[in-house]
């Protein structure tokens, strides 16, 4: 941390200090511009997709400490410092975590080109519908769906309702931790109340664990509907496109949202969507985006690929990711 | 709508702290003593148990859907978890195929009659959830939920086809091989077994014994062996726990220490650490060490390899304030290799050249072809490898004195041993401008 200019140290440490804190970031900053100038993505991040995912993260850290200690609500310096201690730590820079705010974007994203394209009201949208089913399990899922729905972007604290058991888990405790350093001191409080937070937490009431859930009983007995994102609303239709081709509900929102619409075109083929259906889907979600090079692709190539070779590829993906996810955590932790 | 029957009520069942079904609705108990299980013992539902075991470590509330193997089909389940002192509580909901489907067991029970005395089940991800027949007493029942790599004695080869076989989902193949245990070898076919809907959903392997003088001249019981199939997984586990324990100790999460102990808990860590690599560098030893050690042969396309390192050890480097180079999108040169392996020998090459070159420089991996053969080559901007030492570095267990590192010595023999298998070699060179250069090269595709 930049050292405190308010407290009395003798005139030449504290200007060593400074200088030496500088002086460091001499290299740090070689690596930093190098990613800026040359990143490694074929598609450079948008300054709305960094700024999102910054106060997406920034939003994620300040609810949990509110959380677990209350009483910082007002103290925006201790705040600040769990944030710098945190980005330093390398723990927010985690491939998981960045995923999943990525992952909120994209929703996001998606959401307001359906709301802007389709015209269906979310009333008469398939989990509205389902609130009366005579099975309770669909009612009740249909229900935490929409309520869950509702809640997403209204506060800071709905951002880690979102969150995975074992993400919300890992976050949690790098906080307190983060907190407990700052303090220097440990407070039992601190723990009990994360304790709490945690016990609360029910991965059930997560709108994309609903809508697996909802899939999960419906199956293929809804499957027109759940075909379509205007009838089954983003959530319902982005977990069956999911489940039925294999991926996680977070991968397949990334592969919808991808620059371009090819991801989202084979996701579609290996689902077995036919042609005018897919087009259909592609102009509900996709359809400020696509640039008529992309139709074009879209249009000689959709019959011709196979649902084999397309459910061959999505799957490669998934490994691919999961051993992404899994790996470079390790890598990072210096094994 | 159409809909399944409905079950308004959930089946229950309750799972104590070392993984026992202490409590459980009756059809869950039959499933589970379908797959192995016994009453009051380790739940041997393989999805369910690695869900309770997460429950656990989490001491959260999971909802998640978890695929069940039963006979030849496979049935999506929907779970709640809650964790109370210990004890989790399972609600299943969603449970319709299974009270419809009593009579699964037949097939494996028809299999086994047919094929041998008894058979074992695996799931797609080569895990065992059921047996058939008379399975021997002293089969341990702990092998539940355990891969398939675990409980049998597959050379490489056979361990190969398997999991090509996993990974391609579909695959007729049939396996003879051996499992010698218990004073008893028996050979096995295993037979791929597929659901309706075509899906790829597991093995059926069917055991016979034979006679002494079948049995195919295994190496003995070899220390080597012995390290990588019993000593590496036991020793790894403890180990992991020393690392765990000591930086929550070094981060001081339970409340602050002296300064010095707190580097006291990071060199302890870092220790272990350092043998965590050297077992699994023993395990690789010991493979490339066995005279039937072979290699298989993918297609790499090493521009794509390079820049795969690149990202995975790209926070490793950036720690160091190193870049990491790579060849240039439009390069591309495909070698004939084992990938597995070639990716390992890459790894090792880039982390010793992040490990042993200043903070704030280059490592830089380029791509060339001469004749048929392909080369990749890393360099970075080190002290370099005297001539003396060019050769003495590939040796086994030479640290070149250098001490406390984290390096064990054996990645650079590896290494090369790995690449003269695949018809290729391993060799360093110093440059000119100081640093040292790895070329590997390999058969060009």
Request: charged share 25%; net charge negative.
């Given at each position: 941390?930049?050292?405190?200019?308010?407290?009395?140290?003798?005139?030449?440490?504290?200007?060593?200090?400074?200088?030496?804190?500088?002086?460091?970031?001499?290299?740090?900053r070689?690596?930093?511009?190098?990613?800026?100038?040359?990143?490694?993505g074929?598609?450079?991040?948008?300054?709305?997709?960094?700024?999102?995912?910054?106060?997406?993260?920034?939003?994620l850290?300040s609810?949990?400490?509110?959380?677990?200690?209350?009483?910082?609500?007002?103290?925006?310096?201790?705040?600040?410092?769990?944030?710098?201690?945190?980005?330093?730590?390398?723990f927010l820079r985690?491939?998981?975590?960045?995923?999943?705010?990525?992952?909120?974007?994209?929703?996001?994203?998606?959401?307001?080109?359906?709301?802007?394209?389709?015209?269906?009201?979310t009333?008469e949208?398939?989990?509205?519908?389902?609130?009366?089913n005579?099975?309770?399990?669909?009612?009740?899922?249909?229900?935490i769906?929409?309520?869950?729905?509702?809640m997403?972007?209204?506060?800071?604290?709905?951002?880690?309702?979102?969150?995975?058991?074992?993400?919300?888990?890992?976050?949690?405790?790098?906080?307190?931790?983060?907190?407990?350093?700052?303090?220097?001191?440990?407070?039992?409080?601190?723990?009990e109340?994360a304790k709490?937070?945690?016990?609360?937490?029910?991965?059930?009431q997560?709108?994309?664990?609903?809508?697996r859930?909802?899939v999960h009983?419906?199956?293929?007995?809804?499957?027109?509907?759940?075909?379509?994102p205007?009838?089954?609303?983003?959530?319902?239709?982005i977990?069956?496109?999911?489940?039925?081709?294999?991926?996680?509900?977070?991968?397949?929102?990334r592969?919808?949202?991808?620059?371009?619409?090819?991801?989202?075109?084979?996701?579609?083929?290996?689902?077995?969507?036919?042609?005018?259906?897919?087009?259909?889907?592609?102009?509900?979600?996709?359809?400020?985006?696509?640039?008529?090079?992309?139709?074009?692709?879209?249009?000689?190539?959709?019959?011709?690929?196979?649902?084999?070779?397309?459910?061959?590829?999505?799957?490669?993906?998934?490994?691919?990711?999961?051993?992404?996810?899994?790996?470079?955590?390790?890598?990072?932790?210096?094994? | 709508?159409?809909?399944?029957?409905?079950?308004?009520?959930?089946?229950?069942g309750?799972?104590?702290?070392?993984?026992?079904?202490?409590?459980?609705?009756?059809?869950l108990?039959?499933?589970?003593?379908?797959?192995?299980?016994?009453?009051?013992?380790?739940?041997?539902?393989?999805?369910?148990?690695?869900?309770v075991?997460?429950?656990?470590?989490?001491?959260?509330?999971?909802?998640?859907?978890v695929?069940v193997?039963q006979?030849e089909?496979?049935?999506?389940?929907?779970?709640?978890?809650?964790y109370?002192?210990?004890?989790?509580?399972?609600?299943?909901?969603?449970?319709?195929?299974f009270?419809?489907?009593?009579?699964?067991?037949?097939?494996?029970?028809?299999?086994?009659?047919?094929?041998?005395?008894?058979s074992?089940?695996?799931?797609?991800?080569?895990?065992?959830i059921?047996?058939g027949?008379?399975?021997?007493?002293?089969?341990?029942?702990?092998?539940f939920?355990?891969?398939?790599?675990?409980?049998?004695?597959?050379?490489?080869?056979?361990?190969?086809?398997?999991?090509?076989?996993?990974a391609?989902?579909?695959?007729?193949?049939?396996?003879?091989?051996?499992?010698?245990?218990?004073?008893?070898a028996?050979?096995?076919?295993?037979?791929p077994?597929?659901a309706?809907?075509?899906?790829?959903?597991?093995?059926i392997?069917?055991?016979?014994?034979?006679?002494?003088?079948?049995?195919?001249?295994?190496?003995?019981t070899?220390?080597?062996?012995?390290?990588?199939q019993?000593l590496?997984?036991?020793l790894?586990?403890?180990?992991?726990?020393?690392?765990?324990?000591?930086?929550?100790?070094?981060?001081?999460?339970?409340?602050?220490?002296?300064?010095?102990?707190?580097?006291?808990?990071k060199?302890?860590?870092?220790a272990?650490?350092?043998l965590?690599?050297?077992v699994?560098?023993?395990?690789?030893?010991?493979?490339?060490?066995?005279?039937?050690f072979s290699?298989?042969?993918?297609?790499i396309?090493l521009?794509?390899?390079?820049?795969?390192?690149?990202?995975?050890?790209?926070?490793k480097?950036?720690?160091?304030?190193?870049?990491?180079i790579?060849?240039?999108?439009?390069?591309?040169?495909?070698?004939?290799a084992?990938?597995r392996?070639?990716?390992?020998?890459?790894?090792n090459?880039?982390?010793?050249?992040?490990?042993?070159?200043?903070?704030?420089?280059?490592?830089?991996?380029?791509?060339?072809?001469?004749?048929?053969?392909a080369?990749?080559?890393?360099?970075?901007?080190g002290?370099?490898?005297?001539?003396?030492?060019?050769e003495?570095?590939?040796?086994?267990?030479?640290?070149?004195?250098?001490?406390?590192?984290?390096?064990?010595?054996?990645?650079?023999?590896?290494?090369?041993r790995?690449?003269?298998?695949?018809?290729?070699?391993l060799?360093?060179?110093?440059?000119?401008?100081?640093?040292?250069?790895?070329?590997?090269?390999?058969?060009k595709?």
């Amino acid at each position: 941390l930049e050292p405190d200019l308010e407290k009395p140290i003798s005139p030449e440490i504290e200007l060593l200090a400074t200088a030496t804190y500088h002086a460091r970031d001499a290299q740090a900053r070689c690596v930093d511009v190098a990613a800026m100038l040359f990143p490694t993505g074929h598609n450079i991040p948008s300054d709305a997709l960094i700024a999102g995912v910054s106060s997406g993260l920034r939003g994620l850290v300040s609810a949990i400490q509110k959380a677990v200690m209350p009483s910082l609500a007002g103290e925006v310096e201790t705040v600040t410092s769990c944030w710098q201690l945190l980005s330093r730590s390398g723990f927010l820079r985690e491939p998981p975590l960045i995923d999943f705010m990525l992952a909120r974007h994209a929703e996001q994203h998606l959401s307001t080109n359906l709301a802007k394209a389709s015209s269906v009201a979310t009333t008469e949208q398939l989990p509205a519908l389902l609130l009366d089913n005579v099975n309770p399990y669909i009612a009740e899922a249909a229900q935490i769906l929409l309520a869950a729905g509702g809640m997403r972007g209204i506060s800071e604290a709905s951002l880690y309702h979102e969150l995975s058991p074992e993400l919300l888990h890992l976050t949690v405790w790098r906080v307190v931790a983060a907190l407990q350093i700052l303090q220097g001191m440990r407070d039992s409080d601190v723990i009990e109340r994360a304790k709490e937070l945690l016990a609360k937490h029910e991965e059930g009431q997560i709108a994309r664990v609903a809508a697996r859930k909802l899939v999960h009983f419906l199956g293929k007995n809804e499957a027109l509907l759940l075909g379509s994102p205007e009838t089954a609303g983003l959530d319902l239709y982005i977990s069956a496109l999911a489940a039925e081709t294999g991926i996680d509900h977070d991968h397949a929102l990334r592969l919808i949202d991808a620059h371009s619409c090819a991801p989202f075109v084979t996701l579609l083929k290996a689902r077995g969507i036919p042609r005018e259906d897919a087009m259909a889907a592609l102009i509900l979600l996709k359809g400020f985006d696509l640039t008529p090079r992309e139709i074009s692709v879209f249009d000689e190539g959709y019959n011709v690929l196979t649902t084999e070779v397309a459910r061959a590829e999505v799957e490669r993906w998934a490994i691919e990711r999961a051993s992404y996810l899994a790996f470079s955590g390790q890598v990072g932790e210096g094994a | 709508m159409g809909m399944s029957p409905i079950l308004t009520q959930p089946v229950t069942g309750e799972v104590g702290p070392e993984g026992h079904l202490i409590r459980a609705d009756e059809p869950l108990r039959r499933l589970h003593l379908r797959a192995g299980g016994i009453d009051g013992g380790t739940l041997a539902i393989p999805g369910l148990l690695a869900l309770v075991r997460l429950t656990q470590k989490l001491k959260m509330r999971l909802a998640r859907n978890v695929r069940v193997a039963q006979g030849e089909d496979d049935f999506e389940l929907w779970i709640e978890t809650a964790y109370y002192e210990g004890l989790v509580s399972l609600s299943i909901q969603g449970w319709e195929a299974f009270l419809e489907t009593d009579d699964h067991q037949d097939h494996i029970n028809s299999f086994t009659l047919a094929a041998g005395v008894f058979s074992l089940q695996f799931d797609q991800a080569m895990r065992l959830i059921a047996s058939g027949g008379a399975v021997p007493a002293d089969f341990d029942r702990k092998n539940f939920g355990q891969e398939i790599f675990d409980i049998l004695a597959l050379d490489d080869d056979q361990t190969a086809a398997l999991k090509a076989n996993v990974a391609k989902h579909a695959l007729h193949r049939e396996l003879s091989i051996l499992l010698s245990g218990g004073g008893n070898a028996y050979g096995f076919e295993a037979n791929p077994v597929f659901a309706k809907d075509g899906n790829f959903t597991g093995y059926i392997c069917a055991f016979s014994p034979i006679r002494p003088e079948q049995a195919a001249p295994r190496q003995p019981t070899a220390p080597s062996v012995l390290f990588a199939q019993q000593l590496a997984p036991a020793l790894r586990q403890p180990l992991g726990r020393i690392i765990a324990n000591a930086e929550t100790i070094g981060s001081k999460l339970q409340g602050p220490i002296r300064e010095n102990y707190a580097v006291y808990a990071k060199d302890i860590a870092d220790a272990a650490r350092h043998l965590v690599a050297l077992v699994d560098d023993l395990g690789d030893l010991e493979a490339v060490e066995r005279p039937d050690f072979s290699t298989a042969r993918d297609s790499i396309e090493l521009g794509d390899l390079a820049r795969r390192v690149a990202g995975l050890l790209a926070l490793k480097a950036a720690d160091h304030q190193i870049t990491i180079i790579t060849p240039h999108m439009d390069d591309k040169i495909t070698a004939s290799a084992e990938f597995r392996r070639v990716l390992q020998i890459l790894l090792n090459l880039v982390t010793n050249a992040i490990r042993y070159s200043p903070d704030g420089t280059e490592v830089r991996i380029q791509i060339a072809e001469r004749a048929d053969m392909a080369e990749i080559s890393v360099q970075d901007q080190g002290a370099g490898v005297s001539d003396a030492d060019q050769e003495k570095i590939f040796a086994k267990f030479e640290r070149l004195g250098r001490t406390g590192d984290g390096g064990s010595g054996l990645g650079l023999y590896i290494s090369r041993r790995l690449a003269r298998f695949m018809g290729g070699d391993l060799t360093v060179e110093t440059l000119e401008q100081g640093g040292a250069k790895f070329t590997l090269t390999l058969p060009k595709e």
